[in-house]
C-alpha cells in the first residue's frame, strides 16, 4: 500500500483540500452576500429573515448529527463531492425561489438543503485538514480556514459587484452552481480513497456507532464545543447581519453594506493566514486569548460607536478576532485520529448550534432593538468561549504534529505514532 506519508503524495492532498475549503466558502458567499437582495424581493420582515436563515441552521443541524456517520459509510473523498453536488443543487433552488417563483418556502428549502451538504461536506474537509496537517507536521488548519475565507472574499466580492449592476439572484446562484459542480468533480481526486496512520501506512480501523456517541460525553470535548460556539456565533453573525445591520441601523445602501461584509471576510482571511505561524510560536491558548480579546473589542465598536470609520476599524478587528476560534477548535478536537471524524463532529455540531439559534434569536431581539444592538449576545458569546481556550491544550499522552499548545514549543514533524483522521473516501475496515 502506498502510504499518505509521501512528500508529493500529501502536497496533493493537502492542496486538494485547499480546494475544497476555497469552494465551501464561495458557496457561503453565494446566498450570504444576497441576503439584503432575498429580503427585497420577498418583501420580507427582518424577523422572516432569521426564520428563512433558520433553514440553512436545521440543515446544517441534521448534517452535521450524520456527518461522522455518514464519512464512516462513504468516507471523505466520496462525501466531500456529493455534498459540493447537493450543494449546487441547493443554490439552483434558493435561485428560482427567489428571482423566478418568489416563493419564500422555497427559499427557505434551498437554504436547508445548502445547510446539509455544506455541514456534511464541512466536517469532512475539517477532518482531512487535520490529517494532512499531522502527515506535514505544520500548523495549516488556520491557513485551510483562510482559503475558505479566500472563497468568501472572491464570492462576497464577485456578489457585491452583482448587487451594483442589478444581477438577479437565480443568475447569480446559478453561475456560481456551475462552479461548484465543476469543482465537485475536481478537487477531491487527489485525497486518499483509503486513510492510513502517517507513520505505518495501515488503514485507520473502523471506528463503531457506540464509541463515535460516546464522545458526547467528553468534558474536554464539549469545552471544546464551546470555543466553536462562541467563534462560530462570531463569525455567523456577521455572515448573517453585518450587511444588513449596516444598512438597516446605519443607513447604508445595499451595496456598501455588502462592501463592509466583504472587508469582514478580508479581514478573517488575513487573520487566519497569520494564525499558523502563531499558533507554531505561541501555542493555541495564548493566540485564543488574543483573537478573542480582538473580537470582542472590534464588536463592541461596530454597536456602541455610531461613527462609519470607528465601525469599520471594528469590523476589521472583529474579523481577525473571529478567524482563528474554530480551525483551532477543529484542530483540538482531532488531537487523538482515533475517532477525529467524530470529534470534528461533535465539535462542529456544538458550534453549529450558533447558526441554529442565533440567526432566528438575533432577528426577533432586532426588530424590537434593532440589528447591531441584537449582536451584544454574540459579545457574551465570545467572552465565554476565550475563557474556554484553555481546553484546546492537548490531552495528557497525545501530542500533536503542530505546536505544543500553551507553550510554544513547535514540533516541525510528525510525532511517532501520530496518525491521519479516519477519512478516507471509502468506507473503513
Same mark, same amino acid.
Given at each position: 500500500?502506498? =502510504?499518505?506519508?509521501?512528500? =508529493?503524495?500529501?502536497?496533493?492532498?493537502?492542496?486538494?483540500?485547499?480546494?475544497?475549503?476555497?469552494? #465551501?466558502?464561495?458557496?457561503?458567499?453565494?446566498?450570504?452576500?444576497?441576503?439584503?437582495?432575498?429580503? +427585497?424581493?420577498?418583501?420580507?420582515?427582518?424577523?422572516?429573515?432569521?426564520?428563512? &436563515?433558520?433553514?440553512?441552521?436545521? !440543515?446544517?443541524?441534521?448534517?452535521?448529527?450524520?456527518?461522522?456517520?455518514?464519512?464512516?459509510?462513504?468516507?471523505?473523498?466520496?462525501?466531500?463531492?456529493?455534498?459540493?453536488?447537493?450543494?449546487?443543487?441547493?443554490?439552483?433552488?434558493?435561485?428560482? !425561489?427567489?428571482?423566478?417563483?418568489?416563493?419564500?418556502?422555497?427559499?427557505?428549502?434551498?437554504?436547508?438543503?445548502?445547510? /446539509?451538504?455544506?455541514?456534511?461536506?464541512?466536517?469532512?474537509? #475539517?477532518?482531512?485538514?487535520?490529517?494532512?496537517? %499531522?502527515?506535514? !507536521? %505544520?500548523?495549516?488548519?488556520?491557513?485551510?480556514?483562510?482559503?475558505?475565507?479566500?472563497?468568501?472574499?472572491?464570492? =462576497?466580492?464577485?456578489?457585491?459587484?452583482?448587487? /451594483?449592476?442589478?444581477?438577479?439572484?437565480?443568475?447569480? *446562484?446559478?453561475?456560481?452552481?456551475?462552479?461548484?459542480?465543476?469543482?465537485?468533480?475536481?478537487?477531491?481526486?487527489?485525497?486518499?480513497?483509503?486513510?492510513?496512520?502517517?507513520? =505505518?501506512?495501515?488503514?485507520?480501523?473502523?471506528?463503531?456507532?457506540?464509541?463515535?456517541?460516546?464522545?458526547?460525553?467528553?468534558?474536554?470535548?464539549?469545552?471544546?464545543?464551546? &470555543?466553536?460556539?462562541?467563534?462560530?456565533?462570531?463569525?455567523?453573525?456577521?455572515?448573517?447581519?453585518?450587511?444588513?445591520?449596516?444598512?438597516? +441601523?446605519?443607513?447604508?445602501?445595499?451595496?456598501?453594506?455588502? *462592501?463592509?461584509?466583504?472587508?469582514?471576510?478580508?479581514?478573517?482571511?488575513? $487573520?487566519?493566514?497569520?494564525?499558523?505561524?502563531?499558533?507554531?510560536? /505561541?501555542?493555541?491558548?495564548?493566540?485564543?486569548?488574543?483573537?478573542?480579546?480582538?473580537?470582542?473589542? $472590534?464588536?463592541?465598536?461596530?454597536?456602541?460607536?455610531?461613527?462609519?470609520?470607528?465601525?469599520?476599524?471594528?469590523?476589521?478587528?472583529? $474579523?481577525?478576532?473571529?478567524?482563528?476560534?474554530? @480551525?483551532?477548535?477543529?484542530?483540538?478536537?482531532?488531537?487523538?485520529?482515533?475517532?477525529?471524524?467524530?470529534?470534528?463532529?461533535?465539535?462542529?455540531?456544538?458550534?453549529?448550534?450558533?447558526?441554529?439559534?442565533?440567526?432566528?434569536?438575533? $432577528?426577533?431581539?432586532?426588530?424590537?432593538? !434593532?440589528?447591531?444592538?441584537?449582536?451584544?449576545?454574540?459579545?457574551?458569546?465570545?467572552?465565554?468561549?476565550?475563557?474556554?481556550? @484553555?481546553?484546546?491544550?492537548?490531552?495528557?499522552?497525545?501530542?500533536?504534529?503542530?505546536? +505544543?499548545?500553551?507553550?510554544?514549543?513547535?514540533?516541525?514533524?510528525?510525532?511517532?505514532?501520530?496518525?491521519?483522521?479516519?477519512?478516507?473516501?471509502?468506507?473503513?475496515?
Amino acid at each position: 500500500m502506498t =502510504t499518505t506519508s509521501r512528500p =508529493t503524495h500529501a502536497i496533493a492532498w493537502r492542496n486538494a483540500v485547499f480546494a475544497v475549503f476555497a469552494l #465551501n466558502g464561495l458557496g457561503a458567499a453565494t446566498w450570504a452576500i444576497r441576503i439584503p437582495s432575498i429580503r +427585497d424581493q420577498l418583501e420580507l420582515p427582518v424577523s422572516w429573515v432569521g426564520y428563512l &436563515i433558520l433553514g440553512v441552521s436545521i !440543515g446544517s443541524i441534521v448534517g452535521l448529527v450524520l456527518a461522522s456517520h455518514v464519512i464512516q459509510w462513504l468516507g471523505g473523498r466520496r462525501s466531500i463531492a456529493i455534498m459540493l453536488v447537493l450543494c449546487a443543487v441547493a443554490l439552483l433552488v434558493i435561485g428560482v !425561489g427567489t428571482s423566478v417563483l418568489g416563493s419564500f418556502a422555497l427559499v427557505v428549502v434551498g437554504m436547508a438543503l445548502y445547510g /446539509f451538504g455544506s455541514a456534511i461536506c464541512d466536517v469532512a474537509m #475539517n477532518v482531512e485538514g487535520a490529517a494532512v496537517e %499531522k502527515v506535514i !507536521g %505544520k500548523t495549516i488548519m488556520p491557513l485551510l480556514h483562510a482559503s475558505w475565507s479566500a472563497g468568501m472574499v472572491i464570492g =462576497t466580492s464577485v456578489g457585491t459587484l452583482l448587487v /451594483f449592476q442589478h444581477v438577479s439572484v437565480g443568475l447569480h *446562484a446559478a453561475g456560481m452552481a456551475v462552479l461548484l459542480v465543476l469543482g465537485a468533480f475536481l478537487a477531491p481526486r487527489a485525497i486518499p480513497r483509503v486513510a492510513t496512520h502517517a507513520d =505505518t501506512g495501515e488503514e485507520v480501523a473502523h471506528v463503531s456507532f457506540r464509541d463515535r456517541m460516546s464522545i458526547w460525553l467528553e468534558p474536554r470535548t464539549l469545552a471544546i464545543g464551546l &470555543i466553536a460556539l462562541g467563534m462560530a456565533f462570531t463569525e455567523g453573525s456577521a455572515n448573517d447581519w453585518l450587511a444588513l445591520g449596516m444598512v438597516d +441601523d446605519r443607513g447604508l445602501a445595499n451595496g456598501e453594506g455588502a *462592501a463592509l461584509f466583504t472587508l469582514f471576510t478580508a479581514a478573517m482571511m488575513v $487573520g487566519r493566514i497569520a494564525g499558523g505561524p502563531l499558533i507554531d510560536r /505561541f501555542g493555541r491558548v495564548p493566540v485564543l486569548w488574543a483573537t478573542g480579546a480582538s473580537a470582542a473589542l $472590534g464588536l463592541a465598536l461596530v454597536i456602541f460607536v455610531p461613527i462609519i470609520p470607528v465601525a469599520v476599524a471594528g469590523i476589521v478587528l472583529w $474579523g481577525l478576532g473571529a478567524s482563528l476560534g474554530f @480551525p483551532v477548535a477543529m484542530s483540538a478536537a482531532a488531537d487523538d485520529p482515533v475517532r477525529a471524524a467524530a470529534r470534528v463532529s461533535a465539535v462542529a455540531t456544538v458550534g453549529y448550534c450558533a447558526f441554529l439559534v442565533g440567526p432566528p434569536l438575533i $432577528g426577533v431581539v432586532g426588530e424590537h432593538i !434593532g440589528i447591531l444592538n441584537a449582536l451584544i449576545i454574540v459579545f457574551v458569546l465570545i467572552v465565554l468561549a476565550t475563557f474556554a481556550a @484553555p481546553a484546546a491544550r492537548p490531552p495528557r499522552g497525545i501530542r500533536p504534529a503542530t505546536a +505544543d499548545a500553551g507553550t510554544g514549543t513547535a514540533t516541525d514533524a510528525p510525532a511517532a505514532g501520530a496518525a491521519s483522521g479516519p477519512s478516507a473516501s471509502e468506507p473503513m475496515s
